[in-house]
């Protein structure tokens, strides 16, 4: 469908159902990847290595985290151009982030290798422990320059209209990375580093293979001979700051933990913060998913001064977060066994027993969870990237890290709890932001 008519013509309602649940199991199916990821590798290759996949993939993500920034950042700037129908510079903040993305990735990459092994050493790993964290993720790290591609070029798909080709390209990548880590693992039995390769091997077919449309100039977005400026770049880095931010933060809130859990109750205590980040790996995807595939649509509405339509829009979006957010909450509380043995192959009575108790604290997040992520793609959406920053900061360090602290007499059960802690009072801040940039939220349409 031709965006435009998209964004600006069919009904808020419908648009929903058009975009964000396409949206949600794309973004779900690009995830899967991760949940397969931890299902094979604690099947096959059992807790030790399991628990070396949890320590090394907060470096995978910040492995990824300046693409993200890249690609979330132009897909602002490039949905308000096209709102404002200047074509020519949608086009040229594209070319410049594919490019951009591409460099970051291998530099990220070259460096991340190089400094891999000092920094698992860093988190009190020791022995064959270390040693697969490091192999994990170094085969990410030689991968990186182009497999950082995908997530920015499910965004441009979108902007561009092919909204179902972006779902059915990632439900693919899952699909490819599940067949391929169950031959490397179940019947090569190589070992960690080959669950990286199937997945890196995924990601890069898929990566080529979202290029297509716009090499061959079907897109609505076409690659033109990059012309960099440092307003478009400034722009680009504000828009992609939230979630950069959120990125970053939310690793070294991560590996901060990790390392706290290595020393308090060790490989099985990493494992059982690995499965709580897995359940909310299935989740968090199906919430950004719907509320990044909207952004186009909000962008493009905002940059044509149609704000009661902006409006519209976000009443849908938050309103079926805050569904998801409640069944999930619902789902783990009720199945917090079930959920632990799909993760580790015959647990013993101790470590299913804490990981339950896990679970059922972890599920407490989710009952505000979902008003400060809506709240964050609004105001990202709608050009207000320091409010933004602001819940995602919240979100991801500060309030994580304080709660650290202030939880630290219940050992292992304030950690559990420090998750909807910070739900709380990131919810609690998206509230005093929203009512604070009524006045400029609730402005009358142009024209």
């Given at each position: 469908m031709d965006p435009k008519v998209l964004f600006a013509k069919t009904p808020p309602v419908k648009l929903f159902f058009t975009a964000a649940l396409p949206g949600s199991v794309s973004m779900l199916a690009s995830a899967l990847y991760q949940l397969l990821d931890g299902l094979f590798v604690g099947q096959f290759l059992g807790s030790t290595s399991f628990a070396a996949l949890n320590l090394a993939m907060p470096f995978v993500i910040i492995n990824f985290a300046l693409a993200d920034l890249i690609g979330v950042?132009?897909?602002?700037?490039i949905s308000i151009a096209l709102g404002r129908r200047d074509e020519k510079e949608a086009n040229n903040i594209f070319s410049c982030a594919c490019l951009l993305i591409v460099?970051?990735?291998?530099?990220?990459?070259?460096?991340?290798?190089?400094?891999?092994?000092?920094l698992i050493a860093m988190m009190g790993a020791e022995g064959d422990f270390a040693a697969q964290a490091v192999q994990y993720l170094r085969v990410y790290c030689l991968a990186s320059p182009v497999t950082t591609m995908v997530f920015a070029a499910d965004n441009f798909l979108r902007i561009s209209g092919f909204i179902r080709g972006s779902m059915a390209l990632n439900l693919f990548m899952s699909v490819?990375?599940?067949?391929?880590?169950?031959?490397?693992?179940?019947?090569?039995?190589?070992g960690i580093w080959g669950a990286a390769l199937?997945?890196?091997g995924s990601m890069f077919v898929c990566a080529l293979l979202a290029m297509v449309p716009f090499v061959l100039g079907r897109a609505q977005l076409r690659f033109v001979r990059p012309r960099f400026r440092a307003s478009m770049f400034r722009q680009i880095v504000?828009?992609?700051?939230?979630?950069?931010?959120?990125n970053i933060a939310g690793r070294i809130t991560s590996i901060l933990l990790n390392a706290i859990l290595v020393r308090l109750g060790g490989e099985a205590a990493v494992s059982i913060y690995g499965i709580l980040m897995y359940v909310d790996g299935f989740i968090q995807p199906l919430l950004y998913g719907m509320c990044d595939s909207l952004q186009p649509a909000v962008g493009f509405n905002w940059g044509a001064g149609k704000f009661s339509r902006v409006r519209a829009i976000e009443k849908c979006c938050f309103a079926a977060s805050a569904l998801i957010s409640l069944l999930s909450?619902?789902?783990?509380?009720?199945?917090?066994?079930?959920?632990?043995?799909?993760?580790?192959?015959?647990?013993?009575?101790?470590?299913?027993?804490?990981?339950?108790?896990?679970?059922?604290?972890?599920?407490?997040?989710?009952?505000?969870?979902?008003?400060?992520?809506?709240?964050?793609?609004?105001?990202?959406?709608?050009?207000?990237?320091?409010?933004?920053?602001?819940?995602?900061?919240?979100?991801?360090l500060v309030f994580p890290v304080a709660l650290i602290?202030?939880?630290?007499?219940?050992?292992?059960?304030?950690?559990?709890?420090?998750?909807?802690?910070?739900?709380?009072?990131?919810?609690?801040l998206a509230l005093g932001t929203l009512f604070k940039?009524?006045?400029?939220?609730?402005?009358?349409d142009l024209g």
């Amino acid at each position: 469908m031709d965006p435009k008519v998209l964004f600006a013509k069919t009904p808020p309602v419908k648009l929903f159902f058009t975009a964000a649940l396409p949206g949600s199991v794309s973004m779900l199916a690009s995830a899967l990847y991760q949940l397969l990821d931890g299902l094979f590798v604690g099947q096959f290759l059992g807790s030790t290595s399991f628990a070396a996949l949890n320590l090394a993939m907060p470096f995978v993500i910040i492995n990824f985290a300046l693409a993200d920034l890249i690609g979330v950042g132009a897909a602002v700037p490039i949905s308000i151009a096209l709102g404002r129908r200047d074509e020519k510079e949608a086009n040229n903040i594209f070319s410049c982030a594919c490019l951009l993305i591409v460099t970051t990735g291998a530099l990220i990459g070259a460096a991340l290798y190089l400094a891999a092994p000092a920094l698992i050493a860093m988190m009190g790993a020791e022995g064959d422990f270390a040693a697969q964290a490091v192999q994990y993720l170094r085969v990410y790290c030689l991968a990186s320059p182009v497999t950082t591609m995908v997530f920015a070029a499910d965004n441009f798909l979108r902007i561009s209209g092919f909204i179902r080709g972006s779902m059915a390209l990632n439900l693919f990548m899952s699909v490819l990375s599940a067949v391929t880590e169950f031959l490397f693992l179940g019947v090569f039995h190589w070992g960690i580093w080959g669950a990286a390769l199937a997945t890196c091997g995924s990601m890069f077919v898929c990566a080529l293979l979202a290029m297509v449309p716009f090499v061959l100039g079907r897109a609505q977005l076409r690659f033109v001979r990059p012309r960099f400026r440092a307003s478009m770049f400034r722009q680009i880095v504000t828009c992609g700051a939230p979630n950069f931010l959120n990125n970053i933060a939310g690793r070294i809130t991560s590996i901060l933990l990790n390392a706290i859990l290595v020393r308090l109750g060790g490989e099985a205590a990493v494992s059982i913060y690995g499965i709580l980040m897995y359940v909310d790996g299935f989740i968090q995807p199906l919430l950004y998913g719907m509320c990044d595939s909207l952004q186009p649509a909000v962008g493009f509405n905002w940059g044509a001064g149609k704000f009661s339509r902006v409006r519209a829009i976000e009443k849908c979006c938050f309103a079926a977060s805050a569904l998801i957010s409640l069944l999930s909450f619902g789902v783990i509380l009720l199945c917090p066994e079930q959920i632990t043995r799909i993760f580790v192959q015959s647990p013993a009575g101790e470590m299913l027993q804490s990981t339950v108790g896990a679970l059922r604290l972890f599920a407490l997040t989710y009952v505000t969870r979902w008003f400060s992520f809506a709240t964050q793609s609004y105001m990202l959406a709608v050009e207000k990237p320091l409010p933004a920053s602001l819940i995602s900061m919240g979100t991801a360090l500060v309030f994580p890290v304080a709660l650290i602290a202030a939880l630290w007499p219940l050992g292992l059960t304030g950690i559990w709890l420090n998750f909807a802690g910070t739900a709380l009072l990131s919810g609690l801040l998206a509230l005093g932001t929203l009512f604070k940039l009524r006045p400029q939220l609730g402005r009358p349409d142009l024209g």
